[in-house]
């Protein structure tokens, strides 16, 4: 049934890895906001509203969507790991409440912070 829209889903996020790649895989050229442009409505079925501002989001904020991709890969590691250490006495609901109290975090430190949970 056709391309799936550009949900936040790992498919969709594999998606933006073009936008954030400035070499592309374009063959023979490099990508382009009209090439951007053209990828994601080929691919994704969602208003072109959407799409603009996704596009435009990417060309001002380069890397935002394998750094946050990195992110989530942590924090699941290290939810996991602490589900492990704490077995029984684990609680997700106050593990995601201390980590978000950490606050605004680099990947290392945010890492580092989170296995002491």
């Given at each position: 049934?056709g391309?799936?829209?550009?949900?936040?889903?790992g498919?969709?996020?594999?998606?933006e890895i073009?936008?954030?790649?400035?070499?592309?895989?374009?063959?023979?050229?490099?990508?382009?906001?009209e090439?951007?442009?053209?990828?994601?409505?080929?691919?994704?079925?969602?208003?072109?509203e959407?799409?603009?501002?996704?596009?435009?989001?990417?060309?001002?904020w380069?890397?935002?969507?394998?750094?946050?991709?990195?992110?989530?890969?942590i924090?699941?590691?290290?939810?996991?790991?602490?589900?492990?250490?704490?077995?029984?006495?684990?609680?997700?609901?106050?593990f995601?409440?201390?980590?978000?109290?950490?606050?605004?975090?680099?990947?290392?430190?945010?890492?580092?912070?989170?296995?002491?949970?």
């Amino acid at each position: 049934p056709g391309a799936p829209g550009c949900a936040p889903t790992g498919l969709a996020r594999g998606r933006e890895i073009p936008r954030d790649n400035p070499f592309g895989f374009h063959p023979g050229e490099r990508w382009t906001p009209e090439l951007g442009w053209e990828f994601m409505r080929a691919h994704c079925r969602v208003p072109d509203e959407f799409l603009r501002f996704e596009l435009n989001r990417y060309l001002g904020w380069p890397g935002q969507a394998p750094s946050y991709k990195v992110g989530e890969r942590i924090w699941l590691q290290a939810r996991e790991e602490a589900k492990a250490r704490k077995g029984p006495a684990f609680s997700l609901k106050e593990f995601h409440r201390d980590a978000l109290n950490l606050g605004s975090l680099g990947l290392d430190p945010l890492k580092a912070a989170l296995a002491r949970l």
